[in-house]
């Protein structure tokens, strides 16, 4: 029975030294990607960006607009512009009228 206890407290042990091995490890990586990365303040907090997506801005262009009806077959790209811009305008306008200061953009992915 002593021998079984000793061969499991071997093994616990093994197994013990293999996870503080992997502990030091991940922070070698972490300090290393940090490096890469040029973090230099890691206590600070990350910044929060909210992303707005029209899901079908053509669509949307068609049944707002007239003229978008006429244009969204033959300039689609210049109409997707245009609505998002104009949701741009709507939403800075809503934010402003409700004292929320905002700084948008628009972002090509």
């Known amino acids: 029975m002593a021998t079984l206890l000793l061969i499991v407290s071997l093994i616990l042990a093994a197994f013990s030294a293999f996870l503080v091995w992997q502990v030091l490890e991940q922070?070698?990586?972490?300090?290393?990607?940090?490096?890469?990365?040029?973090?230099?303040?890691?206590?600070?907090?990350?910044e929060l960006v909210l992303t707005l997506k029209v899901t079908d801005p053509i669509a949307l262009a068609k049944r707002e607009s007239r003229s978008a009806r006429v244009l969204a077959d033959h300039l689609p790209v210049m109409v997707r512009k245009m609505v998002y811009?104009?949701?741009?305008?709507?939403?800075?306008?809503?934010?402003?009228?409700r004292d929320i200061d905002v700084q948008m953009h628009i972002e090509y992915r």
Do not use: N, S, Y
């Open 85 to 97: 811009q104009e949701v741009m305008k709507e939403l800075e306008q809503e934010l402003d009228d």
């Open 27 to 46: 922070r070698k990586l972490i300090a290393q990607m940090m490096e890469t990365d040029d973090i230099t303040d890691p206590d600070r907090e990350p």
